[in-house]
């Protein structure tokens, strides 16, 4: 079996819901599939489930209906535009513990093979610290932490940080600033998160960039309208897209286990 250990792994999460994990997944993506990469977005938020909406579509399968066995693993991959798919997360894995484990184990391998033909997978987690949410960030190399002005989204994301670290030793993070005024404020934003973080945790945060509060991207995700494909001129599709270049240039640290049969392993609860 031959793997692709190129393929980046990236989340998008954070303590708090509504903070604009899949605004900025599904326009992240969206860029880096532009720039000529091939990117797959994982939908693993299991309660909620709407990338798909983003871009104005409903995916017909999930991840489930593999585990069901009545698709196959390439039936569920899902197009969403140029360079570009989505896989459903569904709303749960319990079938799969049910698996004897040679079965597990051959579909793991094949969720591995199959989607090592991307350059990059995002995946767009739930919120919070439950249980498979950490076990999410742990299985991929960048954690992307999206945090706004609102100070319960500063707590609910320090102590995502502090469990993701101590329980599943993650030491590094990028920090995204979404909903701030400019990006003077973003980046004050991120100062301040960064103060408070680094006076109790030993990690290092990395600040990606910010996006303004734009009324025109509320209104796209209302229209079901990808901005940065309907409105690539307005100023939250231009952070998005430095954004995206500076996860192009950024190398990614945490390679001690990037594989991605580890990845899927970790996403579907097998670990
Ligand atoms: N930069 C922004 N400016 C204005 N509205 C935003 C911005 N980012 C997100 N939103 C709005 O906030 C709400 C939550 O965004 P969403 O991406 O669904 O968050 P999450 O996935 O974290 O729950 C949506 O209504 C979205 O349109
Ligand atoms: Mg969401």
Known sequence: MSFNYQTKTLSFTSGKGGVGKTTVSANVAYRLAQSGKKVLIFDADLGMANVDIFFGTRATYSIMDVLHGSKSINDVIFPLDKNLSLI??????????NLDSFSRRTLLDSLAETTSAFDYILIDTSPGIAQNVLQTNAAVQRVNVIITPEPSSFADSYALIKLLNSKHKVNHFSIICNQVKNHEDGFYLFKKFQDVVQKFLIVGLEYMGSIPSDSLLRTANYQQKLISKHM?????????????????????RTMSHGGLQFMWENLTGVA
Do not use: M, R, V, W
């Open 88 to 97: 459903s997360g569904g709303h749960g894995y319990e079938k799969l513990q």
């Open 232 to 252: 690539p001129s307005s100023d939250s599709s231009i952070a998005i897209a430095q954004i995206t270049n500076e996860l192009l240039k950024s190398q990614i």
